[in-house]
């Protein structure tokens, strides 16, 4: 079992280090088919702050940190509300609007040729994607979306947007651990999962950028998006199965 745990993990920090977010998509729905939810959250999690660490230290040349800093401001005053999501509201059919926006906007973005650009940061367009990374995140775990959109209108390089995500990932997992803490989550199977975890994370954070470094802008942005078509598509059947 321990091998097919590193097998995932090392898929989903490759994928991560690569495009700069995803690999909880990938993480925790293979994980939770070997060992309890409660295990597999707070672990991908720490991975998570793993990941971010390593990228900003190698690579915070690259960091719009301005863009970063307001990002995590607005994405603060998401969270409450995405939690509230998470209690209280119906989850189906959140995930079905929430995957219905996804694909569209990620179609949107793949094949129109005048999309709108930001030549430098806009306060408006910082708190409409920050707040709702926050308030996805808070419900599902999906900040990725908000996120893409607004390195999109910024015109981010492969490197920009692989960097500036982990700025942001950084202080947001590392506050959702302290939760995962606070409540009791963060036990020591979690952390013996990430410690033989390392071996696969670290190589696969070094490919991850190896990769990241030769994807052209452009080609780099279509595959963003054909991932985030796949993320709606995943919603979709979520909310229908259930």
Same mark, same amino acid.
């Given at each position: 079992?321990?091998?097919?745990?590193?097998?995932?993990?090392? *898929?989903?920090?490759?994928?991560?280090?690569?495009?700069?977010?995803?690999?909880?998509? *990938?993480?925790?729905?293979? =994980?939770? =088919?070997?060992?309890?939810?409660?295990?597999?959250?707070?672990?991908?999690?720490?991975?998570?702050?793993?990941?971010?660490?390593?990228?900003?230290?190698?690579?915070?040349?690259?960091?719009?940190? /301005?863009?970063?800093?307001?990002?995590?401001?607005?994405?603060?005053?998401?969270?409450? *509300?995405?939690?509230?999501?998470?209690?209280?509201?119906?989850? /189906?059919?959140?995930?079905?609007?929430?995957?219905?926006?996804?694909?569209?906007?990620?179609?949107?973005?793949?094949?129109?040729?005048?999309?709108?650009?930001?030549?430098?940061?806009?306060?408006?367009? =910082?708190?409409?994607?920050?707040?709702?990374?926050?308030?996805?995140?808070?419900?599902?775990?999906?900040?990725?979306?908000?996120?893409?959109?607004?390195?999109?209108?910024?015109?981010? %390089?492969?490197?920009?947007?692989?960097? %500036?995500?982990?700025?942001?990932?950084?202080?947001?997992?590392?506050?959702?651990?302290?939760?995962?803490?606070?409540?009791?989550?963060?036990?020591?199977?979690?952390?013996?999962?990430?410690?033989?975890?390392?071996?696969?994370?670290?190589?696969?954070?070094?490919?991850?950028?190896?990769?990241?470094?030769?994807?052209?802008?452009? %080609?780099?942005?279509?595959?963003?998006?054909?991932?985030?078509?796949?993320?709606? *598509?995943?919603?979709?059947?979520?909310?229908?199965?259930?």
């Amino acid at each position: 079992m321990t091998f097919y745990i590193l097998v995932i993990i090392f *898929i989903a920090t490759l994928v991560r280090s690569t495009f700069g977010f995803g690999e909880s998509l *990938i993480a925790v729905p293979l =994980l939770v =088919l070997l060992m309890p939810i409660e295990i597999a959250v707070p672990l991908s999690v720490l991975i998570s702050i793993l990941i971010a660490a390593f990228v900003v230290v190698q690579d915070r040349k690259q960091i719009h940190f /301005n863009s970063a800093k307001w990002l995590i401001i607005f994405a603060a005053m998401g969270i409450p *509300i995405g939690l509230l999501l998470l209690v209280y509201g119906n989850e /189906n059919l959140i995930k079905l609007i929430l995957g219905f926006l996804i694909i569209l906007y990620s179609i949107y973005s793949l094949f129109s040729k005048n999309r709108f650009k930001l030549k430098t940061d806009n306060k408006f367009w =910082l708190f409409f994607c920050g707040f709702f990374s926050g308030v996805f995140g808070g419900a599902y775990g999906l900040n990725g979306p908000p996120l893409v959109m607004y390195g999109n209108m910024r015109n981010w %390089t492969a490197k920009n947007f692989r960097a %500036t995500l982990q700025a942001y990932f950084l202080p947001a997992s590392t506050i959702g651990m302290f939760g995962y803490w606070y409540k009791g989550l963060w036990v020591s199977t979690v952390t013996y999962y990430f410690l033989i975890s390392i071996p696969v994370i670290v190589p696969a954070i070094l490919l991850g950028r190896y990769f990241n470094r030769r994807l052209k802008d452009g %080609t780099f942005l279509r595959y963003v998006y054909c991932g985030l078509i796949a993320v709606g *598509i995943v919603l979709l059947g979520q909310s229908l199965r259930r």
